[in-house]
């Protein structure tokens, strides 16, 4: 079975370019979300989405981040313009959006390694 | 408040030796979910084990088993047999119902260095 998938892998860009992020989640599920990972912060939540409608984006850091999830199998992350302060590593992980979510289990992306110059 | 917290930020362990790694966690929902990641120097995210509240037996999984006290409020991952491959960051993690749809509160993770 095919996990979450995320693209791309590794990107490098310069300070005022536009980066946009990927995410495929698993089939079936039902919540995405997007979290960042830098040493001083440790992991955050940005964004998370239930049936394709954005839930809660108070982690989002500023007006620079923007997602989106325009069907259940693809969601994007985009950061226009990206700043050196942007780097980090960046996930998006999904889970079935059970009823009772003290029951569901988030699945992780191998991660986008973020890096602005 | 912090919902979770790892004390340790690092450990080290002898392979093939036992290890526990601390998790306590804060919440007044009856109904919540503990859950235990590893990401190692590669970087994914991999999920562990998990043990909801109302479970009355300790959660496990092979090797790893959670230590689950309800009234202390503590959810301790222990490795047993630890491997090299066993290094690596670990994370502790919590869905109550007051997460609307499943939001995950996480620990700053504690370091495993597993030696030879």
């Known amino acids: 079975d095919a996990g979450v998938i995320q693209s791309p892998r590794h990107e490098v860009t310069e300070m005022g370019q536009e980066v946009t992020l990927r995410c495929k989640p698993i089939s079936g599920h039902n919540s995405l979300f997007w979290y960042r990972q830098t040493m001083m912060r440790g992991l955050e939540l940005l964004i998370y989405f239930n049936n394709n409608v954005p839930i809660d984006d108070s982690g989002m850091p500023e007006d620079r981040f923007s997602a989106k999830m325009p069907n259940a199998s693809f969601s994007t992350l985009k950061i226009q313009p990206s700043e050196p302060r942007d780097s980090a590593v960046y996930f998006c992980?999904?889970?079935?959006?059970?009823?009772?979510?003290?029951?569901?289990?988030?699945?992780f992306g191998p991660g986008t390694r973020l890096t602005v110059l | 408040a912090q919902k979770i917290t790892q004390t340790q930020p690092g450990m080290f362990v002898q392979e093939k030796e036992a290890v526990t790694l601390d998790c306590t966690y804060d919440t007044s929902d009856p109904s919540y979910g503990l859950f235990w990641y590893k990401q190692p120097s590669s970087g994914e995210m991999i999920f562990l084990i998990y043990?909801?509240?109302?479970?009355?037996q300790n959660a496990t999984e092979g090797r790893y088993s959670l230590n689950f006290q309800k009234a202390r409020k503590s959810a301790n991952l222990v490795i047993s047999a630890s491997q090299l491959g066993d290094s690596a960051m670990y994370f502790c993690a919590i869905i109550d119902r007051g997460s609307t749809l499943g939001r995950l509160y996480f620990g700053r993770g504690t370091q495993l260095t597993v030696w030879p």
């Open positions: 992980a999904s889970s079935q959006g059970q009823v009772d979510p003290s029951t569901d289990t988030q699945y």
């Open positions: 043990q909801g509240s109302y479970d009355q």
